[in-house]
């Protein structure tokens, strides 16, 4: 079964920091890739960051240079550190997984992934 837990959403200023976690089950960190999105309201969900299995990284235009996405192997989690926030910012955040890369580091709403934590709200005021 796939799991996937965020947390570490919170309500900061505008240049605070917040680090998210996405914990998972070792079957899922094993066997799906896993991403970071989010959706603000009245927008479309977004891809934010992901990390392929030859550890290369991609990141949203909008968060290049303040978001950096790791992972703990040996906790199967998934992190987003987020640095220099801005009210733009403010979104439900998502991991999610899928058996496909191209879900994860090309997302679009037409081919979503298929597998989505509940998400964690980031609210950043300014």
């Known amino acids: 079964q796939v799991q996937l837990v965020e947390s570490g959403g919170g309500s900061v200023q505008a240049g605070g920091s917040l680090r998210l976690s996405c914990k998972t089950s070792?079957?899922?960190?094993?066997?799906?890739?896993i991403g970071w999105f989010r959706q603000a309201p009245g927008k479309e969900r977004e891809g934010v960051a992901s990390?392929?299995?030859?550890?290369?990284?991609r990141y949203a235009d909008s968060v290049k240079g303040r978001f950096t996405i790791s992972q703990d192997n040996a906790n199967y989690t998934l992190y987003l550190q987020m640095n220099n926030l801005e009210p733009e910012d403010t979104a439900m955040y998502y991991c999610?997984?899928?058996?496909?890369?191209?879900?994860?580091?090309?997302?679009?709403?037409?081919?979503?992934?298929?597998?989505w934590g509940r998400g964690t709200q980031v609210t950043v005021s300014s």
């Open positions: 999610a997984a899928d058996r496909y890369w191209s879900r994860i580091g090309n997302y679009n709403n037409h081919d979503p992934p298929n597998y």
């Open positions: 990390i392929g299995s030859d550890g290369n990284t």
């Open positions: 070792r079957y899922t960190y094993m066997n799906y890739y």
